[in-house]
């Protein structure tokens, strides 16, 4: 009798999967989202981030248009999802 001994790859762990696809987000957009989700007015965001506050205007109209959101309320919880 013969015992085959078989070592399995070692598994990464997968991403949590919380049921909300990865959006194509650019890193500044996602950390204005942050910011925004943290409770930081568009001027506290602009100033954090080195930037007016129309920049971070725009970004956030930007994410809203990629991701069909209407209220900060919902990109406050598209941030929660996320882990931002």
Known sequence: MSLTLTLA???TPAAPQT?????ALAPRERET?????AGR???QTARQMGLSKH??????R???AKLNINSTA?????A???GL
């Open 9 to 11: 790859a070692p598994q």
């Open 19 to 23: 049921g909300v696809p990865e959006p």
């Open 33 to 37: 989202l942050r910011h925004i989700a």
């Open 41 to 43: 007015t568009y001027l």
């Open 55 to 60: 920049t971070v205007d725009a970004y956030l």
């Open 62 to 64: 930007r994410i809203r």
């Open 74 to 78: 919902e990109l406050t919880r598209l």
């Open 80 to 82: 929660i999802s996320l």
